[in-house]
């Protein structure tokens, strides 16, 4: 049976219960007080629970669970030019952090871009921060870009996908740690279903639908 924790948190729990059992050993209840808590703290971060996506393949799924910062028309993509639809989600230290694929596809490109760590929740966060940006090909031509983007306390992007994979929508693609940022661009004629300050939940919460 598959723990509901991404594997990426083993190395941080392990070293968390080193150092619960350590102060108990030692008879220290504070340190071992404190370990506890960071302790799960740590599990809380890397929580990954199974989830079943709504079964509308039309439907655009938010990427990361967290708060809609904007919605905005864009001019260009990451990738190509013409219209989009940006839209941004900050996650917080608290919130889920595994990403997962908005909509069905096949991933095309894969860029990795060095940056800054500005605050994720500031805007030129999305020009200047660390990133990593997806170019993902619907079935039917359209094209979406997840990006994840690294954060004032994040500093490593992880992502588990490569041209050429081909994923269904809700699957997982990657994860922050810790605290970040996830945009999207959508085709301009995607019709958005959330509002700015929403609460969305990656791989459930429906934000547009597709043309």
């Not at 269904?168 to 990657?174: L, P, S, T, V």
Request: charged share 20%; glycine share 8%; net charge positive.
């Amino acid at each position: 049976m598959r723990l509901p924790i991404a594997k990426q948190g083993y190395p941080f729990i392990a070293m968390g219960l080193l150092g619960v059992a350590l102060f108990l050993w030692l008879d220290f209840p504070v340190g071992w007080v404190i370990f506890s808590l960071v302790t799960l703290f740590v599990i809380s971060f890397f929580r990954d629970p199974e989830r079943v996506s709504p079964p509308d393949e039309k439907a655009v799924l938010a990427p990361a669970d967290g708060r809609v910062l904007l919605i905005e028309e864009k001019e260009m993509t990451p990738f190509s030019s013409g219209q989009a639809i940006k839209i941004s989600v900050f996650m917080s230290v608290f919130n889920c952090h595994v990403n997962r694929i908005p909509s069905s596809g096949r991933i095309e490109q894969v860029v990795y871009r060095a940056g800054k760590f500005f605050s994720a929740n500031q805007d030129r966060a999305s020009s200047q921060n660390e990133q990593n940006a997806l170019l993902l090909r619907t079935p039917e031509g359209l094209e979406i870009s997840p990006i994840q983007i690294a954060g004032l306390v994040a500093r490593r992007i992880v992502c588990w996908v490569k041209p050429g994979s081909v994923l269904k929508r809700g699957e997982r693609f990657g994860m922050i740690r810790f605290g970040s940022r996830v945009d999207v661009y959508l085709p301009a004629s995607t019709r958005i279903r959330i509002q700015r300050g929403d609460k969305v939940k990656a791989g459930l919460t429906i934000m547009g639908e597709l043309p």
